[in-house]
């Protein structure tokens, strides 16, 4: 069984709320002109893995689907004259790598991965396995546009990140545990989001032979 | 696989002072500059529906060994930067939306799952050039916990516009050859299209990985710290692995300036002594597959006890370390295999006999 303990978790569901309207209120949260050139990702999961204020001997294991859908929408209408600058925004992992850059923090490990139906899984199960004393689990995707119309985008503005330590530390927040066992089951990376914005006491198979227990203290 | 073939034909390839770049429109049927790219035989970076890669992705998964890939106990990793994402580019020029099935990381890898016939246990890793790094240290970390009995890591990149694009705009990607770890007025560098699975045990095999490192600066998205600290913070982990061991190192070597003459740095003082050899002048960069496509030129290099010296024509070597011509390696009992990445992403580890 694979063990680690919630020492806290921060997350934040835009809901409905216009993507204008999520960067104004998540402006403040960066230094003054860093906003410019960040996604709406790079703003609301960069916020989230900011709030547990990221350091050099952490892990960052990163989970998000499709990413930068709208750099990426943005980039593609470039053509025929490619923005370099939304080519590097575009590339996948860039939502964790704007928040980071702009602290100036280096960080040994960082694992981003994409994924469907099993990603929640994929990612705590990198989570787990990583030997660092900490590790930053953090994610979200941004609603995309005319790709989402082709089903290439998510359709919520979700960002989290949660901290993850093998000692039970002095105020756990709760504790995530994955185990080898006959079942089956998925579960997606909104489904996580909604876990851990609520709160959310979860004992079920997350894939197949795998089960989840997530419980809050 | 590359543009010349397997692992046997990229490094008799490679042996023989031959390049695959050629220039190609970077925009293909579209036009524009012409840049260096190694693209696959029969293969145009103009996209079609389905993918002109896909016939080379099948011939590179017929030689995985059969196993039920995909089950919990036999998790496989697929990494790489641009999965699909042509068809997008596609997508977006043509308006045709049979472009989309294949466009984004997870619609691309759930096909290729079906395709290859694996179960559900398919992570994806994107973290543009170190991707492969990343799946094998993923699949390394599962077989140690012992959650996992074997694990197969498959990491691909194939050029489109798309990427072609944006390394042009970034103005890397010019009309110049490679010539990496080589001093010139202005770097360039080559792309290439590249494939490349791993399987990983345990308990058995002809070789090891060891001293598996990462490291990331977080400095800058195109540039690294001046000090060169992002690639010895990294490599250092894995010299530690080496003590006792005389190796060699296959660099990154993508043939820009600065990053060269900083890992060529980094390289001399972590493996003293070590000759450092780079491919890409010839195979291009073939991105997020370019760990696990150099990996397997390196294994075929120590199987045949010839390394194959860094491709490029320039001006004179980054240092006194870089291996211009093919060396004989029987007397080395190692290889140091190291990627590079945007954002001042780093990672390495020590190749060795079992």
Redesign the interface.
């Known amino acids: 069984m ?1 063990e680690r303990w919630i020492q806290a978790a921060v997350t934040d569901d835009a809901g409905g709320e216009d993507p204008a309207a999520t960067r104004a209120r998540l402006k403040g949260r960066f230094p003054a002109g860093a906003t410019r050139r960040m996604t709406t990702l790079g703003m609301i999961a960069g916020a989230a893995l900011a709030g547990l204020d990221p350091g050099e001997g952490d892990a960052i294991v990163y989970a998000s ?2 990413a930068e859908s709208c750099a ?1 929408e943005a ?3 470039s ?6 600058t939304l ?2 925004t575009s ?4 939502a964790v ?1 704007q928040v ?2 702009g ?17 929640a ?2 990612a705590l ?2 989570a787990l ?3 660092a004393p900490r590790v930053l689990l953090c994610g979200g995707e941004e609603r995309g546009t005319w ?1 989402l119309a ?4 998510s359709d919520r503005t979700f960002g989290f990140a949660a901290s993850l330590s093998r000692e039970r530390p002095a105020g756990a927040a709760g504790r995530v545990r994955l185990a ?1 066992a006959d079942g089956a089951g ?1 579960l997606g990376l909104a489904s996580l989001f909604d876990l851990f914005h609520g709160r959310s006491v979860f004992g079920g198979f997350i ?4 089960r989840l227990d997530l419980e809050w203290l | 696989m590359t543009a010349f073939g397997d692992a046997a034909s990229t490094h008799a390839a490679l042996m023989r002072g031959e390049s695959a770049l050629r220039p190609v429109p970077v925009l293909g049927g579209a036009g524009g500059d012409p840049v260096p790219m190694a693209l696959m035989p029969g293969r145009a970076i103009d996209e079609t529906n389905p993918p002109s890669w896909l016939g080379a992705l099948r011939a590179l998964a017929g030689a995985i060994p059969d196993g039920d890939w995909g089950s919990p106990e036999r998790p496989v990793f697929v990494t790489g930067s641009n999965f699909g994402v042509g068809g997008l580019y596609a997508l977006r020029q043509t308006g045709d939306a049979a472009f989309a099935a294949w466009g984004a990381p997870p619609t691309c890898t759930e096909r290729l799952r079906v395709e290859l016939g694996w179960g559900p246990d398919v992570s994806i890793i994107s973290h543009a050039c170190v991707s492969a790094h990343l799946g094998l240290i993923e699949a390394s970390r599962a077989l140690d916990a012992g959650v996992a009995r074997e694990a197969l890591v498959l990491s691909f990149d194939f050029l489109s516009p798309f990427v072609a694009g944006g390394f042009h705009a970034l103005r890397i990607l010019n009309g110049d050859f490679p010539a990496p770890f080589r001093e010139g007025a202005t770097g360039a560098i080559g792309l290439g299209d590249g494939a490349g699975f791993a399987v990983l045990a345990r308990d058995r095999g002809d070789w090891v990985l060891d001293g598996q490192s990462l490291n990331n600066e977080m400095h800058h998205f195109t540039a690294n710290r001046g000090d060169g600290s992002g690639f010895s913070g990294c490599l250092e982990a894995t010299a530690a692995a080496t003590r006792g061991r005389r190796v060699w190192y296959k660099g990154h070597g993508t043939g820009t300036l600065e990053a060269g003459r900083l890992e060529v740095a980094a390289a001399g003082r972590s493996f003293p002594g070590a000759p450092v050899v780079g491919w890409k002048g010839s195979l291009g960069h073939t991105l997020g597959s370019c760990g696990l496509v150099e990996l397997a030129v390196a294994i075929e290099s120590v199987r045949v006890g010839q390394t194959p010296g860094t491709y490029g024509r320039g001006g004179p070597a980054m240092s006194d370390c870089v291996a211009a011509g093919n060396f004989a390696n029987g007397s080395f009992d190692g290889v140091v295999c190291a990627s590079n990445a945007f954002g001042g992403a780093h990672a390495s580890f020590l190749l060795c006999h079992a």
């Open positions: 694979l689907g499709y990426l980039f593609l209408d053509f025929p004259t490619p923005s370099p080519f590097q590339i996948h992992p860039s790598q980071m850059i602290r100036q923090t280096p960080v040994r490990e960082f694992l981003p991965h994409s994924g469907g139906r099993l990603i899984f994929q199960r990198a396995l990583s030997p790709l082709h089903g290439l985008a080898p998925e894939a197949p032979g795998w």
